[in-house]
């Protein structure tokens, strides 16, 4: 098994404090997050692991240095997003493989649900999000988005919610491909339309979740990964100050 970590932001809305380092080199509670994420997959067994870099990719490459991992870089960081991060590394993917955010923080338990998953296509999905998403804004429905089940697929996922009702968890950064389909998600990405619009945005800047629900529409099943916290994202100044994860 192998995983990837997508490390290639710049972490904007987290000036001033991404403005000498990378995102996934902040600290949360006195230690930089990459760390949490390295140690855990270690804790896991995993071994055979991938970082895609961009903004300031040497800074990030020396920190690392020694830690036995393959490098690949967006040099096109500052105008493309997470899904053109990932295929940066397409030819590294050729195992099961575990697909990790750079700004979250999670339990050895998290990632361990996730690796046990027998399914072809895996997402973990937090059903308790809105307690942590209470503790990192006013109103979690501005910034939360929709995820519906039917028949333990997610059949919907990344769209703006009217209400709770349409948020039957969070999708929280965390993904598993099989060996079986993985040579069909890279084709299936390859023979997108270029040109088209993905959900208002071009196709470098697609988001995740819009190929998670094309994925979903188009080529098979997503199953969701069901844990109640043991993570934080790390995306604003306010992040920081939350206590969610436990170490």
């Not at 697909?99 to 996730?114: F, M, T």
């Not at 969070?170 to 990405?189: A, E």
């Amino acid at each position: 098994m192998k995983a990837i970590i997508l490390a290639a932001g710049q972490g904007t809305r987290l000036r001033p404090l991404t403005n000498d380092r990378p995102k996934c080199m902040v600290e949360y509670n006195n230690k930089p997050i990459i760390d949490y994420i390295l140690e855990t997959m270690k804790e896991c067994k995993l071994s055979d692991i991938a970082l895609i870099n961009g903004y300031k990719n040497n800074i990030l490459e020396n920190y690392l240095k020694g830690k036995n991992l393959t490098f690949y870089t967006n040099k096109d960081f500052d105008k493309t997003n997470m899904v053109s991060t990932l295929f940066c590394a397409k030819d590294f993917m050729d195992d099961e493989l575990i697909i990790s955010y750079a700004d979250i923080v999670y339990k050895k338990e998290v990632l361990e649900k996730l690796i046990d998953s027998k399914d072809d296509f895996s997402v973990v999905v937090d059903k308790k999000w809105k307690e942590l998403w209470s503790q990192r804004m006013e109103n979690p429905l501005e910034d939360a988005e929709t995820l519906k089940i039917e028949d333990g697929k997610i059949i919907e996922l990344g769209k703006k919610p009217n209400s709770y009702d349409d948020i039957e968890g969070q999708y929280i950064g965390l993904i598993k491909i099989s060996k079986n389909i993985i040579n069909k998600v890279i084709k299936f990405y390859e023979n997108l339309d270029k040109d088209k619009m993905y959900d208002n945005q071009n196709f470098e800047n697609m988001y995740m979740t819009s190929f998670i629900q094309m994925i979903i529409n188009e080529l098979i099943d997503v199953t969701p990964v069901f844990i109640d916290g043991g993570w934080i994202e790390i995306d604003t100044i306010e992040d920081l100050k939350v206590a969610e994860y436990i170490k």
